[in-house]
């Protein structure tokens, strides 16, 4: 059984995150004063540290802790909501036009230098860089202890792993990154592709990590391969890909959940489906909250009534992700017309007025992808509408689901007293991401019916009617009419088909952005978005999409000037 099984969640991994600010206080004083900041000042402590298997636990489990973006607080999130949604077309910043000014710059893709979400995700990643090559500086020590080989291959193998999982985030964030490797003394240039030596350190991960960790939430061999699959469909090198993406499939050990939502139940988290995820947790001796999900703190619907306890009315759901969930008579997504029309919503109208949800044809994914007016809302009751919204007239009419603790979780998934944060888990890679780019894989190859199959596993798991969003009395909450291809016609359909099944599979989930970029079609896409959708979010109006500029983020001001000259901008900033 896969160790990541609900069945066998670990206590350790968050456990230990208890003992993380200890370690950072004492990492920090064998670090530095900025990310790439590297000239080592390690003789404070030096004579104080055991190099032994202990420390260097501790010291690897700094560097897993890293992966939620803590420093960086809700600017800097694991899920990349921020940078990977809101940039997108499938979500708005949401809230009031005046709170949080840079996410608004952020959806506008005129984020500059300074801006607060690019920088603070930048020494959250760099920070986690840092933590994974003081671990490798700790094994070389630890094996003049006397550490057995064999314990710290394992220790390095993980290290290498997270050092690739940071460089990774950063590289599709940025692009021009530096790769940081342990010893360094000064910065190295940016202007060089860091996949080859991502790459290396998951070819070495793989090769030296076991099939099973005995914690949930630390690396495995199976990870790596999934990572180093990422790695090669970011770089669209198809051939790379596919004999590690059928490894997995046909070897591994994942299996897709029979309902969807149970990917975003914290009471099954560490699934068959989660490939990895980052670990939260609450009311575990750790303040409350502090190993909780405190990326999305924001995220929650506007009334103390609601999951969140009213904070913050961010990441509010487009019109034009709702409207990709509309399906024809035959249960199919409209690929080409979806947005020609919209779902009904409540735009305009009050709680205390009536409102009839939308009666059309629908994904069941939609309901639990997306709080609308009338549908029941995990056992919080119907989402109520504008009451739960900040601003109606600023992020529309919509809150986001995914990261909400159901009603009846309230003060053990989530935090007793302070209900902004809660313990579920961040999904970082899921197996139904692996099968839909094996499917990506097929439809560039022209292995249609292939890539047909794996489309079609997922939307049968998607129309499992024990998974749909029900009313009270357990009828279905919508008309939901969903089925399976029964042809892919061409090369062209069937790329559009898996391209739209991932974006309606995982949305919300940090990825759109960076696959629009990826797939080339970024400026299409979002400037044909922004056209349509600024009729309704007036703020949208006069922003654009500049081909070859906002397709990565500026690097931070901060990180160029203490660089000492080793790192570059970005083109058109």
């Known amino acids: ?187 190295p240039s940016n202007e060089i592709d860091a996949w080859p030596l991502i790459e290396e350190d998951l070819t070495y991960a793989i090769d030296n990590l076991p099939e099973n960790q005995d914690d949930a939430g630390r690396a495995t061999s199976w990870i790596a391969k999934a990572y180093l699959a990422k790695a090669h469909m970011f770089q669209n090198d198809y051939a790379a890909a596919r004999p590690i993406l059928d490894n997995i499939i046909n070897e591994g050990p994942f299996q897709l959940v029979p309902n969807y939502h149970d990917n975003f139940n914290g009471e099954k988290d560490n699934n068959s489906e989660s490939v990895f995820a980052v670990q939260n947790s609450v009311n575990d001796g750790g303040e409350g909250f502090i190993n909780g999900n405190r990326g999305n703190r924001l995220n929650h619907p506007y009334a103390s009534d609601a999951p969140g306890g009213g904070c913050c009315g961010f990441f509010q759901p487009s019109q034009n992700l709702v409207n990709a969930f509309k399906t024809d008579v035959n249960g199919l997504p409209l690929l080409d017309s979806f947005n020609n029309s919209d779902i009904t919503n409540d735009q305009g109208i009050t709680s205390n007025q009536a409102f009839t949800p939308y009666t059309g044809n629908l994904d069941p994914r939609l309901d639990w992808t997306v709080g609308r007016r009338g549908i029941e809302y995990l056992g919080w009751g119907p989402m109520p509408g504008s009451r739960w919204i900040r601003d109606q007239s600023n992020g529309g009419p919509y809150v986001g689901k995914k990261h909400e603790i159901l009603k009846s979780q309230e003060g053990t998934i989530s935090a007793a007293g302070l209900p902004q944060y809660n313990a579920i888990n961040t999904p970082l890679i899921r197996y139904s991401d692996v099968l839909l780019w094996r499917a990506e894989v097929y439809a560039e190859d022209g292995q249609l019916g292939e890539a047909m199959n794996l489309v079609n596993r997922i939307r049968a798991r998607a129309a499992n009617p024990d998974g749909f969003v029900k009313n009270p009395n357990g009828t279905p909450a919508a008309n939901y009419v969903i089925n399976e291809y029964t042809s892919f016609p061409d090369k062209e359909y069937a790329i559009k088909a898996v391209r739209f099944e991932r974006r309606l599979e995982l949305a919300s989930e940090g990825h759109r952005f960076f696959d629009l970029v990826r797939w080339g079609v970024a400026p299409q896409v979002l400037n044909k978005y922004i056209n349509e959708e600024s009729s309704k979010r007036v703020y949208l109006n006069g922003a654009s999409f500049s081909q070859g500029k906002s397709e990565y983020y500026p690097i931070p001001l901060d990180a160029i000037n203490s660089s000492g000259g080793a790192l570059k901008q970005n083109s058109g900033y």
Not at 26 to 36: A, G, H, N, Y
Not at 44 to 70: F, K, M, R
Not at 148 to 156: A, D, P
Request: hydrophobic residues 35%; contains cysteine; aromatic residues 10%.
């Open 1 to 187: 059984m896969y160790p990541n099984n609900c069945n066998t969640k670990h206590s350790k991994y968050k456990q230990m995150k208890k003992i993380i600010i200890f370690i950072s206080v004492v990492l920090c004083i064998l670090s530095c004063d900025k990310e790439l900041d590297i000239e080592p000042q390690g003789a404070l402590v030096e004579g104080v540290i055991v190099y032994d298997e202990n420390w260097v636990d501790l010291q690897l489990t700094s560097a897993y802790g890293i992966l939620d973006g803590n420093p960086g607080y809700f600017w800097a999130p694991a899920s990349n909501w921020a940078l990977g949604d809101v940039a997108s077309d499938d979500f708005h910043k949401g809230s009031s036009i005046d709170d949080q000014p840079p996410l608004n710059d952020v959806e506008r893709f005129s984020a500059g230098t300074t801006n607060i979400y690019a920088t603070r995700k930048w020494e959250s990643t760099f920070e986690g860089i840092s933590r994974t090559n003081q671990t490798l500086e700790s094994i070389e020590k630890a094996i003049e202890g006397g550490v057995s080989e064999e314990k710290l291959i394992v220790f390095r193998s993980e290290a290498r792993f997270l050092r690739a999982h940071y460089h990774m985030d950063a590289k599709k964030i940025w692009n021009n990154i530096p790769f940081i490797s342990e010893g360094l003394t000064e910065t």
